[in-house]
């Protein structure tokens, strides 16, 4: 018999900040750093973004990454 192990939130919290961790559907994911790709598509999605929604009004944009917390067992 086999156990599966479920994090959640819970779990999320209690794990070391030194390394970067997504929980999807239960399982606990050690998530690499973007490399420098990512990173300038991430700043040209941002500079668009963010220039729409203050003309607009419409919010904040964030470009530093912060906990998502979909569900209980589903954080990004």
Do not use: C, T
Not at 10 to 23: A, C, F, G
Not at 49 to 74: C, I, M, T, W
């Amino acid at each position: 018999m086999q156990i599966s192990i479920r994090y959640n939130y819970q779990d999320y919290l209690q794990l070391p900040e030194d390394k970067r961790y997504e929980i999807i559907e239960g399982d606990l994911f050690m998530v690499p750093s973007p490399d420098e790709s990512h990173q300038r598509i991430l700043a040209n999605i941002f500079h668009a973004l963010s220039h729409h929604v203050r003309q607009n009004k419409l919010g904040s944009v964030y470009f530093a990454p912060f906990d998502v917390l979909f569900s209980e067992e589903d954080i990004v």
